[in-house]
């Protein structure tokens, strides 16, 4: 016992101490462990050196202002250590699991801080929930590939499916090993396809079973990206593009439906005012002809009243001829005597005519031009006279000169 605590009692004097700590850091595949010493541990540093494994080997170092890598091939480009003295490990493999010692010397002495990092394969888990969602349709039977985005060539890629996040694929680029598939669930069982250069997973021959959420981390040196996808496996029956002509044929049945019964409605109200426009035609026609044969009756009418009228007059009884004799001859008889003198003065002035001829003449000479004078030596003139087959049918105007 003295012998030990003199031991320890030189390392002390001599400026050599430990700090333990348990201090254990768990982190998944893929992701970034960031390792942080006590501050109070680094004030005053002369150089820091950060050590992996348990043989010690130098991963990175502070030396005053400088910041240095070792070429390390398990941690090249995924180191990032600041003046702090903090290192964060980036894009993190199972094999990155282990100790890691910060030897921190200072002019009085050295010590050291100790982590324990584990990096484990999570079978289920859910991350990127913020990432975008891709809808994806297929008929059953058919294949249907998830694609990521273009890779560098350092990735860890790692599929998980449905709400648990059960881990199905991974494929580390890096390490140039061929692809892993895991039977967490039973349903994909030597049917999952994992695309060693691009890695995107296909899985052919879908079955209903299929349809769910597939989520992918895609994890690098200089960033860590996620992207989902809901997956749709349809029972055998009509494509999607077929009962989106059919949904297109419909609508355009119905379109041309609608127009066909505007066209009609268009028409027939055209009709109907064609038909309202004829009947008010006919219904003036009617008006017109009504008024027409109004006019038509009053003519008639006055036509009737004017031939009665001509009719009376050639009814009414002639003017005593001796009324008419005293007008003409200015002069007024009104005894006995002198109508005797005159009615016999008439009678032989009379023309005998027969057969439209004049056959006779009693009472007078002819003149050389053959016209007929009475007893009194007057003139007498025969107008329009015309046979009726019987008798003499005879117009006699008398003339006096």
Sequence with gaps: MKSTYKIVLILLMCGVYYIETDEVKSVMEGDSVTLNPDISKIQGMVLLLWRFGEKGSTIAQIDGNDILYEDYEVFRGRLQLDQTGSLTIKNVRTNHSGLYKAEISHNSGTSYIKFRVTVYESPSGIAGAEAEMKSMSVKEGDLVT???????????????????????????????????????DERFRDRLKLNDQTGSLTIPNTRTTDSGHYNVKISSNNQTLYKRFTVTVSEPGLSPAAVAGIVL??????????????????KKSELNNQKSDISERLKQMSKDCEKELSEISERLKHMS?????????????????????????????????ARSEMEKGERE??????????SQVIGG???????????????????????????VNEETSVISE
């Design 249 to 266: 044929l419909l609508l355009l049945m119905a379109l041309t439906t609608a127009v066909g019964v505007l066209f009609y409605c268009r």
């Design 146 to 184: 998830l694609h990521v985005p273009q890779i560098q060539g350092d990735e860890l890629i790692v599929w998980r499916f449905g709400d648990e996040g059960k881990l199905i694929a991974k494929h580390d680029l890096e390490a140039k090993s061929s692809p892993l598939y895991y039977e967490t």
């Design 305 to 337: 009243l004017t031939k009665k009228g001509k009719n009376s007059e050639q009814e009414t009884p002639l003017i005593d001829k001796r009324e008419l004799f005293e007008q003409e001859m200015g002069t007024d008889v009104t005894n006995e005597g």
């Design 365 to 391: 000479p002819r003149d050389a031009d053959g016209r007929i004078r009475d007893g009194q030596g007057k003139r007498l003139v025969v107008r329009n006279t015309e046979s009726t087959g019987k008798g």
């Design 349 to 358: 002035r009379s023309i005998i005519v027969e057969d439209t001829t004049i």
